[in-house]
């Protein structure tokens, strides 16, 4: 691997630790970019062409794993859970939890509940319903 490739990927692993430890904070393209020290442009692509999937959507599916935490082991509403994990609307972030889980938040809450009621261990539960996308 070239020097110029290991810094871009230095770059592009610097706005995505960024992005794992402020998931909840407002994060868009242009300040992610300045965080990698390269264009927004340039950012989107490499980002994409390094992990596979836009800044954009791995923001969500960040955000959407916490979710998925946080209503496994708390009685937090999902209201709250939507706010708290940094998503700005309730539709958004129940549309979005669909896509990427496959379940609305409050279905995915219930199915856990019942898991748990049933007694199957947690560790096939987690690896069942994790996201796939």
Avoid at 21 to 30: E, G, I, N, S
Avoid at 89 to 103: C, E, H, N
Wanted: glycine fraction near 4%; hydrophobic fraction near 35%; aromatic fraction near 10%.
């Amino acid at each position: 691997m070239s020097r110029a490739a290991e810094e871009t990927n230095r770059r592009m692993l610097r706005a995505r630790d960024a992005m794992d430890r402020a998931y909840a904070q407002p994060l868009d393209v242009p300040a992610l970019a300045r965080i990698a020290h390269v264009s927004e442009a340039h950012f989107t692509r490499t980002f994409r062409a390094t992990f596979g999937e836009t800044p954009h959507r791995y923001l969500q599916r960040r955000r959407v794993e916490r979710a998925m935490f946080l209503l496994r082991e708390t009685d937090r509403s999902v209201t709250d859970i939507c706010f708290q994990v940094g998503f700005g609307s309730p539709g958004t972030f129940s549309r979005t939890f669909r896509d990427i889980v496959g379940r609305s938040p409050r279905a995915y809450r219930k199915e856990k509940e019942t898991a748990a009621a049933t007694g199957v261990p947690t560790c096939f539960t987690m690896a069942w319903t994790r996201p796939t996308d």
